[in-house]
């Protein structure tokens, strides 16, 4: 964030907390709750697999830092990890198409990624995550003012 030099630390101060409220506003009315996903992955399923793929759960979890999904077939539950809250709708989209296609096709076999085409921005989708993963691994940088 870049704030005017001519601020004071009390009036900067203010301003990032009004801008952090704005967007803690913002992101919570873009996260859909348990509820919303259960109901993207049943359109996902009608439009990407014949409506095959019927999840018993699908709910946002925050015990996954290295996977964005999870899925146990036996049960027909999925998983996603909070750190998707706030990304792009197509993505948050892409990661239960994939959780959805485990419930019909165990592993990452070719079938299951044959299957998986079926979501029209797939690639898009995992290049996003990739580039997510990078960033993560890079240094950290300071910020403008050199600190």
Known sequence: MLIPARMS????QRWVSVMLDKLAAQESRRVPGDTELAERAQRLSDQCFGGRARPTSVRWVTNQNTR???CTP???SIRLSHRLKGMPEYVIDYVLAH???HLLVPGHGPDFWRLLE???R???ARGYLEGVVAAERLP???DARGE
């Open 140 to 142: 950290h940088l300071p």
């Open 99 to 101: 959780e959805l296609a």
């Open 9 to 12: 630390e009390a009036e900067e």
């Open 74 to 76: 036996a049960e027909g």
């Open 118 to 120: 079926a979501y029209p």
């Open 122 to 124: 797939t690639e898009r």
């Open 68 to 70: 964005w999904g999870s």
